[in-house]
């Protein structure tokens, strides 16, 4: 994304302070950010705001920048998308009508980027006949619509209105933005720990927060791939536009894994499941007693392993995980030829700044051919696109 250029459209709406953090969050992604606003929405939120976020000058006026008098055109041109949040009632009808009474709308008059439009009003206004009309029109010249959400509205009604959270705008923009060469493509992807009861207060767990995970769900949707994400427990949003699976226990795992499974292209096992259970769970809370406690524990299912003794059946790329502490590509290899893996990607939990509960990585991906591939620390969104990178020309180069 580094490079890319996006104009934000910020109107005369209270949802207006919002659109700071999503200039902030583009800004974060490496994306060159410009702001242009409407007098209206500089009575929300003030100019200062937004140049000292985006590093840029804001444009409120037509003739703010004599020395720039383009910039109407520029602007809608040179950018590679436009997102307009929060877009009032009043820009959705200009914009569908043609007019060009101000600078943003002029601007959108003469724009050639990508653009997205979110709107935010109260509830009537955006039920209006009128605004729906508009926006239906919107949608059908190409301009992509993300649907405002539900709930409590500043102005003290409760229904549809709501810009939407600045972080799913963001990966909307990362998707509109994105190459789209997993289109047409099925991904199932696993990510965080699973938890083994032990009684109904105590359970068994481990350290993985689900980052990968989701890093590879969000890259692969952002591709344009169709994306099963289940998880064990995390704090972590889940993106949207994924069909989204919530599980617990590794035996709930298993069953969300082999009902989803069908016709999927690639299956990325990124989840850290435990290998144990105890043998019995206490209905009631086990009260402290003895100086010493022992569980009886048995083994959990396989997932992988169940996944590649049944690949002939459910062709796919199957893509494993092994978090280790010792003898790293070893351990990998064993795994890879074990379980019938196409690939299996390796890194070093001990690490403070890779693995679990960080937002960096860095692996060892390791092919069945026995090739074995470096990559440097990065980002987990980074690494995740070079683990789909991978899975994707294997699935290329298969019959």
Known sequence: MKGKKVLVGVTGGIAAYKAAELVRLLIKADLRVEVAMTRSATRFVTPLTFETLSGNKVIA????????????????????LIIIAPATANIVGKIAHGIGDDFLSTCMLAATAKALICPAMNDHMFLNPAVQ????????????????E????????????????PSDILEQSLILLSKRDLEGCKILVTAGPTTEYIDPVRYITNRSSGKMGYA???????????????????????????????????????RAVFEHRNGCH?????AAVSDYRPKETADQKVKKGTES?????????????LLGETKKAHPCILVGFAAETEALVKNARKKINAKNLDMIVANDVSRKDAGFQTDTNAVKIIYADGRVEDS?????????HLILDRAKALKDESP
């Open 133 to 148: 009309d508009n926006l239906a029109l919107l949608q059908k010249r190409g301009f992509f619509i993300m649907a405002p």
């Open 216 to 254: 590879l769900a969000r890259a692969a949707l952002r591709r344009g791939a169709e994306v099963v994400l289940v998880s064990g427990p995390t704090t972590i949003k889940p993106p949207p536009g994924i069909v989204f699976r919530p599980v617990k226990t590794a035996e709930d795992m298993r």
């Open 376 to 384: 440097p620390l990065m980002g987990k969104i980074d690494v995740a």
């Open 266 to 270: 690639m299956i990325i096992k990124a």
């Open 150 to 165: 539900s709930g409590e509205l500043a102005c003290g009604t409760d229904g549809p209105g709501r810009l939407p959270d």
């Open 61 to 80: 006026g037509m003739f703010d920048r004599e020395d720039m008098a383009m910039d109407h055109i520029r602007c809608g041109q040179d950018a590679d």
């Open 293 to 305: 406690f022992s569980l009886d524990m048995v083994k959990n299912p396989d997932i992988l392993a």
